[in-house]
């Protein structure tokens, strides 16, 4: 037994001179920044080589034991875990968190592109604040999100991050026209356009009139129930029904009426529909 | 003279037909396709969706996620062990994408590589989008993390990592946009 103890101490003893048995210790920080610079303190002697293994870097370098390793900013750029590996002779390692540095964008996520107005619950957004480096700041902010149409702001509020987004839901607004859905975070704005088109139409009116033809239909100016004009383009369908059966026409509207050519001689009864939304019902008379 | 030929063509088809086997068994058994299932399999991914919200996750979107980032972690282990690029497509995109790009590039240049065994992920869903366009997670995963410089191994350790992960549905599955190691969730 004496005898191995001899031959480790002999062996440790002959590596010391060669300067792989030096004793190395380092000192990992304690809290790193993303983007900043930092460093690691080593003890021993000797020389030794250095890993730094993390997100984005994977670096190999020769030491002196008992120096600093200076961390380049360049090397601490992705928040995440990193890995300190000191090797002389044999290697130790120590980890350490590099977190988001402050919020530099606003990631800003908005639904719908185009939306019905008095909408309930139609509008929503998603927000994440990224440092400069495109880490996620995880740190609690207060974000912003207000909404305004034509000047005048219709909704706003402060939502608290949690696990770095913030989100909110509302309803659309009264008016047709763009909509302004802003979300800020300090001087951080990130602007984003929501469409607000006319609703389903409301009160939806038809004339008609004989012609040597038929029948002209055509639709009073169509609005929705809050007045916004109903977009050109929105079919309405006209329904004839007379004495040799029922026929529809569909028409899209333009320039805020839709107009249709009914070619029927007896008596016959026309209603009107767009979408789920039924119209009033007329009666003409037949051919003179 | 027949017979002679009948001879030659059944003595020319049994070699043929015998290299034709090897090469398919050689195909089978070193195909990427094999390589990858084999790797996934020593992926154990669960999730849970309970905590979802605002939107809850649809049966079929859960599936997806556990495919998909099991499929990214399966990639991700082969590019950092291998330093090349190429399984990471379709797994990631954005800021993902561009740190396990860096990670390779980096790797390539100082001889290091990195091996991730035996990995186990618990996946929480903490956000799901109201539209269903981003959904965050939290993963514990826990792996051995074994590292080399060339063929010397300089550190393996049996490690567990919390990472936040937004993930956002692509064209047919859903990609990792951001992995973000944390200390704690």
């Known amino acids: ?100 540095s402050k919020p530099a964008n606003l990631t800003f996520l908005v639904h719908p592109s185009r939306v019905p107005v008095a909408l309930g619950d139609a509008v929503s957004g998603v927000a994440f604040p990224f440092d400069r480096y ?21 909704w706003s509020r402060s939502v608290r991050t949690q696990n770095g987004v913030a989100w909110f839901r509302t309803a659309s607004g009264k008016s047709a026209g763009p909509l302004q859905v802003v979300a800020s975070l300090g001087d951080l704005n990130t602007p984003r356009a929501v469409q607000q088109v006319a609703s389903d139409p409301c009160n939806l009116r038809i004339t008609g009139q004989r012609t040597p033809k038929g029948i002209l239909v055509q639709t009073e100016p169509i609005h929705d129930c809050a007045g916004n004009v109903v977009p050109d383009g929105t079919i309405v369908t006209f329904t004839a029904t007379g004495a040799v059966g029922m026929g529809t026409v569909d028409a899209p509207i333009k320039q805020g009426v839709a107009r249709a050519q009914i070619e029927v001689l007896g008596p016959t009864t026309i209603s009107v529909a767009s979408g789920v939304v039924m119209g009033n019902e007329i009666r003409v008379g037949a051919q003179p | 003279m027949i017979g002679t030929t009948t001879i030659r063509t059944v003595s020319g088809e049994f070699p043929i037909r015998f290299a034709v086997a090897v090469i398919t068994l050689c195909v089978l058994l070193f195909s990427p396709v094999l390589k990858l299932h084999a790797a996934d399999a020593g992926v154990q991914v669960q999730l849970d969706v309970k ?14 996620i556990l495919r998909d980032y099991r499929f990214a972690w399966t990639s991700m282990a082969q590019a950092l062990e291998s330093n090349t690029v190429d399984p990471l497509a379709g797994a990631f995109s954005g800021e993902a994408m561009q740190w396990l790009r860096q990670t390779v590039a980096s790797q390539q240049k100082s001889g290091l590589s990195r091996r991730y065994l035996d990995q186990s992920h618990r996946l929480e869903v903490v956000f799901y989008a109201p539209e269903g366009d981003v959904m965050e997670l939290h993963d514990t995963a826990e792996y051995q993390l074994q590292i080399r410089d060339g063929d010397t191994p300089i550190h393996d350790e049996h490690v567990t990592v919390r990472y936040v992960v937004l993930m956002t549905p692509g064209a047919d599955r859903w990609v990792v946009r951001q992995l973000q190691a944390v200390p704690q969730f």
């Open chain 1, 1 to 100: 037994m004496s005898r191995l103890l001899r031959f480790c101490a002999v062996i440790c003893l002959a590596r010391s001179f060669v300067g792989v048995c030096a004793a190395q210790d380092f000192h990992v920080p304690d809290s790193a920044v993303a983007g900043a610079e930092s460093s690691i303190s080593t003890t021993g002697s000797g020389k030794g080589i250095f890993y730094l293994v993390g997100p984005g870097v994977s670096r190999k370098s020769d030491i002196v034991l008992g120096e600093e390793v200076q961390l380049a900013a360049q090397d601490l750029r992705n928040a995440g875990d990193y890995l300190a590996i000191v090797c002389s002779g044999t290697c130790r390692s120590e980890s350490f968190f590099v977190s988001a």
């Open chain 1, 134 to 154: 495109h880490n996620l700041v995880l740190a609690a902010e207060n974000i912003n999100f207000q909404l305004t149409a034509k000047g005048t702001s219709l």
């Open chain 2, 51 to 64: 905590n979802a919200g605002p939107r809850a996750v649809e049966t079929l979107t859960e599936r997806g």
